[in-house]
């Protein structure tokens, strides 16, 4: 299975509301990273958040990690209809060579 | 500073035919990683390389599959005797070191499989 799940698969919301995306994972992780995916287009790198942080901001982009919960939330605040897009986490194992392991990420719809 | 380039882009092959994706990475960027994407799904990684040196292939299929990154010149996937199942987008990405670094990501090739 997954090693990150993104909860919920699907998210459709207005223009000028926040969008919120979780992210499950199953090991240790040495951090965990967001990524946006413009339909058929590649990935964009977002955040990346290290396993001894709590909490990042970047612009209108806000991420949490809990550890002890193996989550993430990514926030994205008075989201724009640009902001349409599929999110995916991805971690890096703890011991691992630095292969990122994806979600299937949670499919974002913000109407204008 | 150019981001990852991929080429091509789009890649159609009948069955039984080669592919070769070829992908290079951001300037300064030694570490190379392939991932490829089903319809509808996350990227499931592949393989992981620096300059000449194959650091990780857990991800590779056992066979048909391979990959290199020479001293001089970009990484290349190599598909050989290409079958509908391979129909995918292959994605590269690249990053300064191993392991807690940012991957930058390429727009990806489109294989289509006929």
């Known amino acids: ?112 | 500073n150019a981001g990852v380039m991929q080429n091509p882009r789009h890649l159609v092959r009948r069955r039984g035919q080669e592919a070769r994706l070829r992908c290079s990475p951001m300037k300064g960027h030694s570490h190379v990683y392939w991932y490829r994407q089903l319809p509808e799904e996350g990227l499931k990684f592949m393989v992981y390389l620096q300059k000449e040196n194959i650091i990780d292939e857990s991800g590779m299929p056992k066979e048909r599959f391979s990959a290199e990154f020479p001293k001089e010149g970009p990484s290349i996937l190599r598909i050989q005797q290409v079958v509908r199942g391979d129909s995918a987008a292959y994605f590269c990405a690249s990053s300064t070191g191993q392991g807690i670094y940012e991957q930058y990501f390429g727009p990806g090739t489109r294989l289509t499989v006929t």
Not at chain 1, 8 to 30: D, F, H, R, V, W
Not at chain 1, 36 to 51: A, C, D, E, M, T
Not at chain 1, 79 to 100: V, W
């Open chain 1, 1 to 112: 299975s997954q090693q990150g799940e993104e909860d919920p698969q699907a998210l459709s919301i207005q223009e000028g509301e926040n969008a919120t995306m979780n992210c499950s994972y199953k090991t240790s992780i040495n951090n965990l990273q967001w990524y946006r995916q413009n339909s058929g287009r590649g990935l964009v790198h977002l955040i990346l958040i290290r396993s001894n942080e709590r909490e990042k901001h970047s612009g209108r982009l806000r991420v949490t990690l809990d550890t002890s919960k193996k989550s993430s939330s990514l926030l994205i605040t008075a989201s724009r209809a640009a902001d349409t897009a599929s999110y995916f986490c991805a971690t890096i194992r703890g011991g691992s060579q630095g292969n990122l392991i994806f979600g299937k990420g949670t499919k974002l719809s913000v109407k204008p």
